[in-house]
């Protein structure tokens, strides 16, 4: 009896210790200019947020990123100032995506579009693959955003990428 009652304990922390870990990653870009943003984020399971199933013109924050910004930054014609900014994606169509910001931190969980979410100008993919986990980063562009430095999120099938510049 004691060893079943040792071997269920065993079973049960060996399913503790590999249960899917939220792990926390902090992403730091100097953008030409000097003006550093980073974006703090939990990588979240593709499975456990289901965009595709998310109401059109909603704001959805999947694990509630954090985009901060330390000056001014543009996003194409979208003026951002220094500050902290929940990062999320509103679905506008029944295929199309944009990344979006509101002011602050906000907790996970749905927002009805309001003033204070900006709608930042996105290129949407469905072709860049799968993301088995919520990825976000900073790189350069292609297609429309050449050249450009962007802000990328990845989730399941859905890629986001949005120009992120210093103000001149």
């Given amino acids: ?15 503790a ?24 984020y939990s990588m979240t399971p593709a499975g456990e947020v289901d965009p ?9 924050n999947p694990w509630a990123p954090l985009l901060r910004v330390s000056q001014p930054v543009q ?3 979208v003026d951002i100032p220094e500050g902290m900014y929940t990062l999320g994606l509103i679905k506008s169509s029944s295929g199309e995506w944009v990344l979006a910001l509101h002011p602050g931190r906000l907790r996970q969980k749905e927002i009805p579009l309001g003033p204070k979410v900006t709608r930042l100008d996105s290129v949407f993919s469905s072709s860049e693959g799968t993301a ?20 990328t999120f990845h989730l399941g099938s859905v890629h986001l990428a949005a120009e992120i510049a210093g103000k001149e």
């Fill in 132 to 151: 088995d986990h919520l990825v976000v980063d900073f790189g350069l562009g292609k297609d429309k955003l050449e050249g450009k430095v962007v802000v």
């Fill in 1 to 15: 009896m004691k060893r079943l009652i040792l071997l269920a304990m065993f079973l049960v922390a060996n399913g």
């Fill in 52 to 60: 595709a199933a998310a109401p059109v013109d909603t704001f959805i």
């Fill in 17 to 40: 210790l590999t249960a899917h870990p939220h792990i926390g990653k902090t992403v730091t870009a100097t953008l030409p200019g000097g003006t550093e943003v980073s974006v703090s």
């Fill in 75 to 77: 996003s194409g014609s």
